[in-house]
């Protein structure tokens, strides 16, 4: 086996290193100073704009859309370590080259389900990073483990569709920048196949009958740098029936395929931020003393770094095979891998972000470290894209049929 990057994924990446080297890790402490002085908390601080600019100068945008059409014609395999090195600071750096979720996600659906319209009025500003977008699925009143449970209704009237619903923690609403959501709702509640109910829909935010409430604090966050969690109110919203994404009856299918790469993106991008919390824990175990020894010398300490290291490289190594499995069988083929992945990524970095935690003890749940704020992003993975159990009984129900199948 090959374990070396490609001549290009090379270069990228030495680019990337040097951009977050020379403007992104440099740009943290900026932009919570500008944060500060801003009228809304949920306004984009100037320094973000000027990266993205630098980034583009770099040849970084885009990066995620294997599309060489609309973006950087990467296979999976190439982007994964990108996405890891984009993951060292989750607050600006996916942002600066415009691979930030959830406009990735939206991204990649009006790129192989959108029309040529919706790709002109939408896709095209997105990809230019001149606005944001919102992917409106989960709801309070339901179980949106389950996505047949959704309740939001999806009606046509003549030729428009009518909205009516209840969605939070949708991720990036609470942005000005954010223009447009994509909605999941049933147009089809009666229909006996539970997965042919559902529809996806164009929403511009200045729909009438659209209410984006108030942010949902995520273990206290507000996480102003995503755009915020909002709940949202669907009161009668109209829009066109040429805001439909794809076919009636067909949204259970695009947010499949919109989740497979979305899953993958975040396990990228979490190993980068275990990366920082080891890197971070060193650099405090060899700057700090206790009980007359540095705490680099201490045994518990070095047991927490060193398995730090084993889980990092075997998470590595199973993202790596699964971008790869993705490029060469498609997503479906890869299912048991992207369900292991998101099982497994989550669990160990939240283990190795506590103990980097504890290792800076006051310090490591304060605001003068990143520690706190990846651990709570971390955390949240574990539910985002589908609760752990629910991946759980998926991968163990392929496995047990697979068994069953090799006895028979």
Known sequence: MDFAFDART???RKKLQAFMDEHVYPAEAVADEQRAGLESPWETPPVVEELKQKARKYGLWNLFLPDRTYGAGLTNLQYAPLAEILGRS??????????AAPDTGNMEVLTEFGNAEQRRQWLEPLLSGEIRSGFAMTEPDVASSDATNIETRIRRDGDDYVISGRKWFISGAMNPDCKIFIVMGKTDPDNPDSRRQQSMVLVPRDTPGLEVRRAMRVYGYEDHYHGGHAEMIFDGARVPRSNLIGEEGGGFAIAQARLGPGRIHHCMRLIGMAERAVELMCHRAQGRSAFGRPLAEQGVVREWIADA???????RLLVLKTAWLMDTVGNKGAHTEIQAIKIATPRAVVDILDKAVQLHGAGGVSQDFPLAELWAAARTLQLADGPDEVHQRSLARRELKRHAAGQG
């Open 309 to 315: 290291r084993v889980q990092i490289e075997q998470l």
């Open 10 to 12: 090379e270069e990228l």
């Open 90 to 99: 989750p607050r600006l750096a996916p942002t600066a080259v415009n691979c």
